[in-house]
């Protein structure tokens, strides 16, 4: 028997994994925590939008039964899982937040669902995501709206909303998100996790659903990524995450650990453009630059005109991301998608220029080739970037679609966040404790490619002076 109290369900992955392999614990008494958790708490935020409870405790027993046998445990021997409503689950249904694919059902897993799985995970439930996965709120009009456990009047973030939920209220150590523009970082800050977005490359990916191949700029930008509890979880959930998967001609078989780097970071408050630094992030960045000195990290300050320009990133990242979606994508949403989601897409696409000739595309793509070298000799100087994650702060329910003027100040406010995608850097959201209203607050963490140690390694150090807020949300609702 464990001598640790603590309820199952709030056991982090490493947790788990030490107490199932020992003999402590048996796979199926964690998952029929987890499965008992879900189902008791998941109604009141809508965070899982298929529970497999039970089927994970089923899961769960055959590899008890298995480790029985002498078989070999995985690195994710028992741990909890979710794993979002956008990629496959071989037998399950793939609606990316859509009515008209609710029936869709996937022929095959995709190589983060073989990854997990094949190392021992447990899969309790599939999270919610707002159609075809393109806002920073999640919400669907064929599961609803997903509420953050802080406050309901708060978005829980997108597209990973689920996901950022599911982690912190406990329905599985790791949860999987994907991220083009935000998608995981966005919900970690808004459900105070932290999170990871891969590099370009780093973990493979594959829908053996899809009617069609991703399209070049979309797989530049789009990763597979972990939000979890605690950085260590993160980093194991990723170790997993990235092995080899020939399905994905991008995947890159970078190793996970690299040669020492100068502990340096480079502070970013401000970023040119039409929306400023909103005070309470300020006061978080604030926070994380103490934690990095107190680790050892040598902190300065910069300014835009002494990076390569992250405005001028963001500005290219949009129009490369919405001119290459709209080939793809707006048919789709023509065909499927809700009147709210159409008429916010087209304001998204009116942000963006079309391109008169192939030649501007061509240009566009040689200038982030430019951008990429730029900011790669830039992270050899600093090898650690903090910026905001929305510079504008935590978003209302709903803000994100309000009015074409909000859709617009809102993805001006994900500047940040969408340049690193363009860019294929690591970036790491790092928690920064609860602001003055008592939601969560966090910063974003870039690195140099392939980096995503030096990322984790600079989210530890914030997370050792600011805490964990998990426990904190758990002791506020118990």
Not at 79 to 86: A, L, Q, S
Not at 339 to 348: S, T
Not at 448 to 477: F, H, I, M, S, T
Request: glycine share 10%; aromatic share 4%; charged share 20%.
């Amino acid at each position: 028997m464990t001598t640790n109290e603590t309820p199952l369900w709030q056991w982090s992955a490493r947790e788990v994994v030490a107490a199932t392999t020992s003999g402590e614990l048996r796979c199926e008494e964690v998952a029929r925590a987890v499965a008992d958790r879900v189902a008791a708490a998941n109604p009141a935020v809508n965070a899982v939008t298929l529970d497999l409870g039970e089927q994970g405790v089923e899961a769960a027993r055959a590899l008890d039964e298995a480790f029985a046998r002498g078989a070999a445990p995985g690195p994710l021997h028992g741990v909890p899982v979710t794993i979002k409503d956008n990629i496959d689950v071989a037998g399950q249904r793939t609606p990316n937040g859509l009515p008209g694919l609710a029936d869709l059902v996937a022929p095959g897993d995709s190589p983060v669902t073989r990854n997990w799985l094949g190392a021992g995970a447990v899969l309790v439930g599939r999270t919610n995501t707002p159609e075809v996965s393109m806002r920073p709120t999640t919400d669907n009009p064929l599961y609803g709206l997903t509420l953050n456990p802080w406050d309901a009047a708060y978005s829980c973030g997108g597209s990973s909303g689920g996901a950022g939920v599911s982690a912190v209220l406990g329905f599985g150590a790791l949860a999987h998100g994907n991220d083009i523009g935000g998608s995981v970082r966005i919900p970690a800050l808004h459900c105070g996790v932290p999170g990871i977005k891969p590099s370009q490359g780093r973990v493979p990916a594959y829908l053996t659903s899809a009617a069609v191949e991703r399209s070049t700029v979309a797989a530049l930008m789009s990763v597979q990524g972990v939000l979890a509890r605690s950085v260590d979880d993160v980093r194991l959930g990723l170790s997993v995450m990235a092995r080899r998967d020939v399905r994905d001609p991008w995947w890159v078989p970078a190793p996970l650990e690299g040669p020492e780097v100068p502990r340096r970071a480079a502070v970013l408050r401000h970023v040119d453009g039409e929306v400023g630094t909103a005070p309470d992030v300020l006061a978080s960045l604030d926070r994380a630059a103490a934690a990095l000195v107190a680790a050892g990290y040598e902190v300065v300050e910069v300014d835009e005109s002494a990076t390569p320009g992250m405005a001028r990133t963001a500005r290219l990242a949009v129009r490369l991301l919405m001119n290459d979606l709209d080939h793809q994508l707006t048919p789709v949403l023509d065909r499927l998608g809700s009147a709210q989601m159409r008429a916010y897409w087209a304001d998204l696409r009116g942000m963006a220029a079309p391109y008169e000739s192939p030649g501007e595309h061509v240009d566009d793509l040689a200038a982030r080739t430019t951008l990429v070298r730029e900011w790669s000799l830039f992270l050899e100087e600093h090898p650690v970037l903090v910026v905001p994650q929305l510079l504008g702060g935590v978003l209302e329910v709903g803000e994100d679609v309000r009015s074409p003027e909000d859709v617009r100040r809102v993805w001006h406010s994900l500047a940040p966040s969408i340049a690193v995608n363009l860019l294929g850097l690591p970036a790491a959201l790092a928690p920064t404790g609860l602001d003055d209203r008592g939601l969560p607050s966090g910063v974003q963490l870039v690195g140099p490619k392939y980096r995503e140690d030096v990322c984790l390694d600079a989210a530890q150090a914030v997370e050792d002076a600011c805490g964990r807020l998990a426990p904190v949300l758990w002791g506020r609702d118990a």
